[in-house]
């Protein structure tokens, strides 16, 4: 054990080390509730499309078509960095206990090597999980929310984005909300969904009095 803690903090190797407590502290809050899986998430403008039956069309170009050829903006972004920072920390102790390169520059060239092969073990592991997340967009989208009548999951206000659930047609669909100025809708209370936000993909929503 105190060999690999020696490891894990030797040289570059803090770099995915830190990297991965981070990943690891941030599902620790998610799981006790303090925040909601999206939390750090953004967003991404990417033109790609997934195929649900086969693999990802990469149809934007530059740095847009390079983060959707790995499936980022596809799915929170912190389920494909966990996928990333695993491989990159497991390879990175890896590559120390058997090279044992001291040289900075040589392990800086090493370290992004390994970013770029996680890069691609990442994106093996997350095609399923971002074809998951596109049924589920193309089963929001087949279900215009305004106007219908939602229960709110997490508390909505006016300055501090919320959750909520509609049902509909057999399909529950969980949608970004938020509220008119000094309002503010617990969780468990209903609302109907009056707006879409388009530019911020969030929902406008009011009191079901």
Same mark, same amino acid.
């Given at each position: 054990?105190q060999?690999?803690?020696?490891?894990?903090?030797?040289?570059?190797n803090? /770099?995915?080390t830190?990297?991965?407590a &981070?990943?690891?502290?941030?599902?620790i809050i @998610?799981i006790?509730?303090?925040?909601?899986i999206?939390t *750090?998430?953004?967003? @991404?403008?990417?033109?790609?499309?997934?195929?649900v039956d086969?693999?990802?069309?990469?149809?934007? %170009?530059?740095i847009?078509?390079v983060l #959707?050829f &790995?499936?980022i903006?596809?799915?929170?972004?912190?389920i494909? *960095? #966990?996928?990333?920072?695993?491989p990159?920390?497991?390879l !990175? $102790?890896? #590559? =120390? +206990?058997?090279?044992?390169i001291t040289?900075?520059?040589a392990?800086a060239g090493i370290? @992004?090597?390994?970013?770029? =092969? #996680?890069?691609? $073990?990442?994106?093996?592991?997350t095609?399923?999980i971002?074809?998951?997340y596109?049924?589920l967009?193309? %089963?929001d989208e087949?279900?215009?929310p305004?106007?219908?009548r939602?229960?709110?999951?997490l508390?909505?206000? !006016?300055n501090s984005?919320? +959750?909520a659930?509609i049902?509909a047609?057999?399909t529950s669909?969980l949608i970004s909300?938020v509220?008119?100025?000094g309002v503010e /809708?617990k969780k468990g %209370?209903?609302?109907l969904?009056?707006?879409?936000?388009?530019?911020?993909n969030?929902?406008l929503?009011e009191?079901d009095?």
């Amino acid at each position: 054990m105190q060999a690999l803690l020696d490891a894990s903090l030797s040289g570059l190797n803090i /770099i995915p080390t830190v990297l991965m407590a &981070f990943v690891l502290i941030y599902w620790i809050i @998610v799981i006790i509730g303090v925040i909601d899986i999206d939390t *750090l998430d953004f967003d @991404v403008d990417v033109e790609a499309d997934l195929d649900v039956d086969g693999d990802v069309e990469v149809g934007g %170009e530059g740095i847009a078509g390079v983060l #959707s050829f &790995f499936n980022i903006g596809h799915m929170p972004f912190m389920i494909f *960095l #966990s996928f990333l920072a695993f491989p990159l920390w497991v390879l !990175s $102790i890896l #590559s =120390a +206990q058997y090279f044992g390169i001291t040289n900075l520059f040589a392990n800086a060239g090493i370290l @992004v090597l390994l970013f770029v =092969a #996680s890069l691609f $073990i990442a994106k093996i592991f997350t095609t399923p999980i971002a074809k998951f997340y596109l049924k589920l967009r193309q %089963e929001d989208e087949a279900v215009n929310p305004i106007g219908k009548r939602c229960k709110v999951l997490l508390t909505v206000k !006016s300055n501090s984005m919320g +959750q909520a659930e509609i049902k509909a047609n057999g399909t529950s669909i969980l949608i970004s909300a938020v509220t008119r100025d000094g309002v503010e /809708i617990k969780k468990g %209370e209903y609302a109907l969904v009056i707006d879409h936000i388009k530019d911020k993909n969030h929902y406008l929503i009011e009191p079901d009095e």
